[in-house]
């Protein structure tokens, strides 16, 4: 029974991973809003983080993390480009490792809310909300500890008007934070809701 269970959450997370590529190669992961890009990507990662778990979670922010890495070694992300050549190190850790943190984090936030949520709703939505949010405040939250001093972060505050690290961060994700928080919830909590139910997991 559990090599058969073991089975279905493998080939689960195989299709997981495929649909994160395929968003990536499609170019449908993310859309570009100024130097940022709005990631359609946490959607999918907070659905399998709630359908599969945290660890699993973890592989799909993994997977992600690695193609943004790729973005800012290629320089097909301008920003990222150019910190992987101030810091490679604090590059890998601000694509990857958060990223990998952001589908594990999802997953623990989901099992602890669906623990007290006694009509197993509300914690599909709070889910779905908790990838895009936790990765807008770790990835933005290590570009200002890290690299707010640098060049390109202090010509981009000058050119929103930010006079503070805060204002820096609130100017910059602004609507597009918005609408990737408001996707997570709508559509990240509604599609893990009704599978769970079509399998029968809620």
Known sequence: MNNRTNLRKMTELAIFISIVLVM?????????????????????????AMLLGPVEG???GFIYGLTSLYDAVTGRSAMTHF??????????????????????????????????DKKKFICYYVGGLAAPMINTILFMGYIVVVFYRT???????????????LM???????????????????????????????????
């Open 58 to 60: 973890a592989v799909l």
């Open 151 to 165: 060049e390109f972060v202090q010509n981009l505050a000058d050119k929103v008007g930010a006079a503070n690290p």
């Open 83 to 116: 910190f992987f050549q101030v810091s490679p190190v604090n590059t890998v850790i601000l694509c990857v490792i958060i990223r990998t943190l952001v589908g594990f984090l999802t997953g623990i936030i989901f099992k602890a809310v669906k623990k007290i």
């Open 168 to 202: 820096f961060v609130v100017l910059v994700v602004g609507i597009q934070g918005m609408l990737e928080w408001l996707g997570g919830v709508i559509i990240g909590g509604s599609v893990a809701k009704a599978v769970a139910h079509g399998l029968k997991r809620d």
């Open 24 to 48: 990536k190669i499609t170019g449908l992961s993310s859309i570009p809003v100024g130097p940022l890009v709005m990631t359609l990507t946490m959607i999918p990662i907070a659905i399998g």
